[in-house]
């Protein structure tokens, strides 16, 4: 790593714990405290008391651990859809998701188009504002002991069917970033998409033994080194093949899910998603000018009076496709606000792959702005969803 010494990233590992020591202790999520210190030590460093604490200049230096860890992120979401589960109740999570999906994407793009974008970048922006954070929602339904209400079943069935909508949307948003942008080419892509995933359940429904004998090792280095690198190697091949790392590493993760080796790879593969996952957030940090954010606190501002109310409609009809009681199903909407992962792995695509400045600068310094307003908020909203329920003018009639 060129331009890097042990002591820079000894400080940035530094201050990545700090900063998240600081967000747990707030009650809020890592994810904002780890972009906050990728943009206070990177490039664009504000100057404090005379002194910029620029710690890594160049971002590309740690794209690849970036990259890694966007594998490791959508791997691990794959890992935790349960096929079994949303077979067994697929009228409900269907239903549930599919008012969700709709609302939420189209909404997304009109906000795109109001913002003043053009279709390119509010087809993107359509990504970005459509899929909840999974790592921050799963994280708050253990820390306020919702995990075994009613409405937790309706939100992770919801959050499953985004990721697997989102899925396909970063492989036909691929295409679209490359050019490909005629109806053909578009339709082409999607039947790729959709071979791909169907591949993929085929091979978690019926390949179990074949996966399970090729991840029999007793050593857990070796299993280790084995289950990263099969999993980057088929990530790797699917970037290659223009469906994207992303979409390729969360169907590793959904035939690995089916097998009976889910806990030792939770157990053992963990601490690397974690450690990966903070450099990800980091490296976007690393990539964000702060004055651009500030330029588009507007833009932010008016995505998130849009969407946050449209993703409390659309979460409350979604979650009583489950037969959830109003008060249950309007947590269902609170739950869902948090943006994250998946929003900044779609800007930080538009970034490598963009040919325009709105791709380029825009677009990702929005997308920054938005997960920290939509990720503190929706923890907010979580935290206080009863509190807000209890307020609202109707809920007496209901």
Do not use: C
């Not at 995990?147 to 309706?154: Q, Y």
């Not at 651009?292 to 409609?313: F, M, S």
């Amino acid at each position: 790593m060129a331009g890097l010494t042990l002591l820079d990233v000894g400080l940035v590992l530094v201050a990545l714990a700090a900063a998240g020591l600081v967000a747990r202790r707030v009650g809020q999520s890592v994810i904002p405290a780890y972009l906050v210190v990728g943009m206070l030590v990177g490039p664009h460093a504000p100057t404090l008391w005379g002194f910029q604490p620029t710690l890594v200049a160049d971002p590309e230096t740690v794209a690849l651990f970036a990259d890694l860890g966007v594998v490791l992120l959508l791997f691990f979401v794959g890992l935790e859809l349960s096929l079994d589960a949303l077979f067994e109740k697929g009228d409900q999570v269907l239903a549930g998701g599919a008012i969700d999906v709709l609302v939420s994407l189209p909404l997304g793009f009109a906000v795109g188009l109001l913002l003043g974008f053009d279709w390119v970048a509010s087809f993107v922006l359509a990504g970005v504002l459509f899929n909840s954070s999974t790592v921050i929602v799963a994280k708050l339904l253990l820390e306020l002991d919702w995990i075994a209400n009613p409405e937790s079943e309706a939100i992770l069935s919801i959050v499953v069917v985004e990721d697997v909508a989102t899925a396909g949307y970063l492989a036909v948003l691929s295409a679209v970033l490359l050019g490909a942008t005629d109806v053909g080419a578009l339709a082409t892509d999607v039947a790729v998409v959709v071979a791909l995933v169907a591949a993929g359940a085929v091979v978690a429904l019926r390949g179990t033994n074949v996966i399970e004998r090729l991840l029999d090792i007793e050593s857990g280095e070796l299993f280790v080194l084995l289950a990263l690198g099969v999993t980057a190697t088929v990530a790797g091949l699917g970037e290659h093949s223009g469906v994207g790392a992303a979409v390729a590493a969360f169907l590793v993760g959904t035939a690995v899910g089916r097998t009976t080796l889910t806990d030792r790879v939770e157990g053992l593969l963990s601490p690397s998603r974690d450690l990966f996952a903070a450099l990800f957030f980091a490296a976007v940090g690393l990539s964000t000018n702060p004055a651009l954010i500030t330029q588009e606190a507007w833009a932010v501002a008016v995505a998130v009076a849009i969407t946050i109310p449209g993703q409390y409609v659309s979460g409350y009809y979604a979650g009583r496709q489950f037969d959830l009681e109003p008060r249950r199903a309007f947590r269902v909407g609170s739950a869902l606000a948090p943006r994250g992962e998946f929003a900044l792995v779609i800007a930080a695509l538009a970034a490598s792959v963009g040919t325009t400045p709105v791709l380029m600068e825009r677009v990702p310094a929005f997308t920054v702005g938005y997960v920290l307003a939509t990720s503190i908020l929706g923890t907010l909203a979580m935290r206080y969803s009863d509190q807000l329920w209890a307020v609202l003018p109707w809920t007496e009639t209901r």
